[in-house]
């Protein structure tokens, strides 16, 4: 076993959440040896091409994760991974805070096709395709956004990658929509933090409303353009926001989740033309972090 490869306990955590054939009837290739190669290419950032001759072609790992990034497989091995460490008590609902980091782009990255291929007799793939990729455009060059929502142990809840340039207010809903952690033994699945944390960049009417009616308690600074437009508004500009400062302490978790997960080369320097392959890298790493404890 080579550093940084599964260990048996995050292998037998893993294995009963994989495909068991691929298509046709046909058997995959060692499971364990591929995805051993993708965590590989997460964590150093390597060409897909220059990976080690011990995890296999490149190819067929690299084909492997751009599948599974597509077809939402990671996604199912996420949810199900949650769903375990659920079961088993280890997610520590009492704070979940939101915040995004910015990962510069590599130039390989630009200049996927704005459009699908048409390929005759064969739909196309909404899903894989998106106008902007994911990328946009700051003094810096190209940057792409990851937006998460994490729980109190500083693992990750729920992903979503935007544009470097994109608002973090605006993508609050989404990001507390993806919150959604299945139970074994059937039911609605858990999508209410005890507490929710974030920073002033996540202080809007909008959200304040949508917290509200899911009566999630909430602890978000407001800045003071906003408190100012509430006074002046007098008794029609509400309440003011209640605001626990040694609450407000713990929304630091969140940023060491970030921390932790940008070790993985990959995440921290997008690689990848398409966001859905992207979205698919930082769902490994998420899911890398699950399985370690």
């Not at 001759?53 to 599974?68: I, N, S, V």
């Not at 200049?111 to 946009?136: F, I, N």
């Not at 995440?267 to 890398?288: Q, S």
């Amino acid at each position: 076993m080579g550093r940084g490869d599964l260990t048996n306990d995050e292998w037998t955590r893993l294995k009963p959440h994989l495909p068991k054939s691929g298509q046709r009837g046909g058997r995959w290739a060692s499971h364990r040896r591929v995805i051993n190669g993708i965590l590989f290419r997460q964590r150093t950032g390597v060409p897909w091409r220059d990976l080690p001759a011990r995890f296999g072609p490149w190819k067929t790992a690299y084909e492997r994760h751009r599948r599974w990034s597509a077809d939402g497989t990671w996604d199912k091995i996420f949810a199900a991974v949650l769903a375990d460490a659920d079961a088993e008590g280890r997610i520590d609902w009492s704070m979940v805070s939101v915040d995004s980091t910015s990962c510069r782009a590599h130039q390989h990255s630009a200049g996927a096709r704005k459009r699908p291929p048409r390929v005759p007799g064969k739909r196309s793939t909404p899903r894989q395709h998106r106008p902007d990729e994911g990328l946009g455009r700051s003094r810096g060059g190209l940057t792409c956004k990851i937006h998460l929502a994490g729980e109190g142990s500083r693992r990750p809840l729920s992903l979503l990658i935007t544009p470097g340039q994109w608002g973090d207010a605006p993508q609050f809903i989404p990001v507390m929509e993806g919150i959604r952690v299945g139970r074994r033994g059937g039911g609605h699945p858990r999508t209410r933090p005890d507490h929710l944390g974030g920073d002033k960049a996540y202080s809007s009417r909008r959200n304040r409303r949508y917290l509200r009616r899911r009566q999630i308690k909430h602890t978000i600074p407001e800045p003071k353009d906003q408190r100012a437009h509430r006074k002046r508004r007098g008794s029609h500009g509400g309440r003011p926001t209640g605001f626990d400062k040694t609450i407000y302490k713990r929304r630091n978790e969140v940023e060491r989740t970030i921390n932790t997960l940008k070790n993985f080369r990959a995440v921290a320097t997008r690689f990848d033309k398409r966001a859905f392959i992207f979205h698919g890298t930082v769902t490994v790493a998420a899911v890398r972090l699950w399985l370690r404890t």
